[in-house]
């Protein structure tokens, strides 16, 4: 049975080495350049070392949402180029163009805001986001032409540099996805007509770099794919070629043997059947565990799988081990790469009715993420 190091009461474990194997399999399956998508947190694996991995990996920019999140990855050590495009109204950009952050821009006020971040002999590199379809950011329709114009006035002051046309898709369907990408081409041709010439141009994430390859581009910004997860209900990891990189575990804090009708945990939800023993995992919903899983979600222990019984707590919660030789420092595996035994991140969304995403992502800080590369 494998035992956590002593002291280790609970741990995520980021294989550096599956992302940046991740990396390098989705440049060759669309044989394109490779925007790693590393915000919030690098998708709960640790921003800047999940960075760096991908950068091994041949990914030659990184996108996050915001700008704190892309000079944490200055602070960090990392030095190639980075675009946000979610910015708060009113930000300024000065901090981000000193650091060389390259700016999504979804307005005419935004873009304004950028050229004013520019110093005397270097413009501000922006990436016009388009809104074609999705009704989130990007610039909205009926305000692309005038924002077009402005960028193009702005480039020929040296203040803005359009190196980038962006937009996302809504993943609702091959033919949504198609109308989008052709408003798109509509959007890089009136650009090209005022006189832009962005060289990169991006709007497949994970989902259609891999399903819809006239989205390709060139260029793809890919997020759950390099942590090795798949965006698809009905495809795992491991049918795309993806290894995950995150292994959730704890360490067994407790067991008890107990009598048929034994409740467990609040409001008993969960009582004993028979006389069986009980073991305490030390991770709850502060800890990312999704309590919406409660008695549905399902975790390792030697290589046997159990359900959660009763409800997630905050700090813990209780699996039903029946005659299984479990003991205290067991390791107890909640989620991992399935191929090498453990439940898989989409076993817990499937629990919780969400999705793998927001699995790892909301990992609390009070797990320790501990990098390995193997
Ligand atoms: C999060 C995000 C991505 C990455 O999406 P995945 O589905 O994780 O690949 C790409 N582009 C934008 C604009 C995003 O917000």
Same mark, same amino acid.
């Given at each position: ?24 399999? +989705? ?45 944490? +990855? ?106 989008? +990408? ?193």
């Amino acid at each position: 049975m494998t035992r956590l190091p002593d002291g280790v009461m609970r741990e995520a474990i980021i294989d550096l080495s599956a992302i940046e194997a991740n990396v390098r399999h +989705l440049r060759r399956l669309t044989e394109s350049e490779v925007i790693a998508v590393v915000k919030a947190d690098g998708y709960g694996h640790g921003a800047v070392r999940a960075a760096a991995a991908a950068l091994a990996g041949g990914a030659t920019r990184l996108g996050v949402a915001d700008i704190g999140e892309a000079l944490a +990855l200055r602070r960090g050590g990392i030095d190639a180029p980075v675009i946000a495009w979610l910015h708060a109204p009113g930000t300024s950009f000065d901090e981000a163009a000193a650091h060389g952050i390259e700016l999504g821009i979804s307005n005419g006020d935004q873009l304004l805001s950028a050229a004013a971040a520019a110093s005397a002999d270097r413009p501000v590199k922006v990436h016009l986001k388009l809104d074609t379809g999705l009704s989130r950011s990007g610039i909205a329709p009926a305000e692309q032409a005038m924002v077009f114009a402005e960028a193009a006035r702005l480039e020929r002051l040296g203040r803005v540099s359009v190196v980038g046309l962006f937009s996302h898709f809504s993943n609702t369907s091959k033919s949504e996805d198609l109308a989008q +990408l052709a408003r798109f081409h509509e959007g890089v041709t009136a650009a090209a007509l005022v006189g832009l010439r962005p060289h990169v141009r991006h709007i497949a994430a994970t989902a259609a770099a891999i399903d819809l390859p006239e989205a390709r581009l060139g260029c793809v910004r890919v997020g759950i794919g390099i942590y090795g997860l798949s965006p698809f209900d009905d495809r795992s990891s491991a049918e795309l070629g993806l290894r995950p990189a995150m292994t959730l575990r704890g360490a067994v804090a407790s067991t008890r043997r107990v009598g048929p009708g034994t409740g467990v945990s609040y409001g008993f939800d969960y009582r004993a059947d028979r006389e069986t023993t009980l073991a305490l995992v030390p991770l709850g919903y502060a800890d990312g565990v999704p309590r919406q899983a409660s008695g549905r979600g399902t975790v390792s222990i030697g290589g046997q799988t159990f359900t959660v019984a009763g409800r997630i707590a905050m700090d813990q919660f209780v699996v039903d081990v029946g005659d299984a030789a479990v003991s205290v420092g067991d390791e107890v595996t909640l989620f991992g790469d399935p191929t090498l035994g453990a439940p898989a991140a989409d076993d817990w969304a499937r629990a919780a009715g969400t999705i793998n995403y927001e699995i790892v992502t909301r990992i609390g800080a009070r797990v320790p993420r501990r990098q390995v590369t193997t």
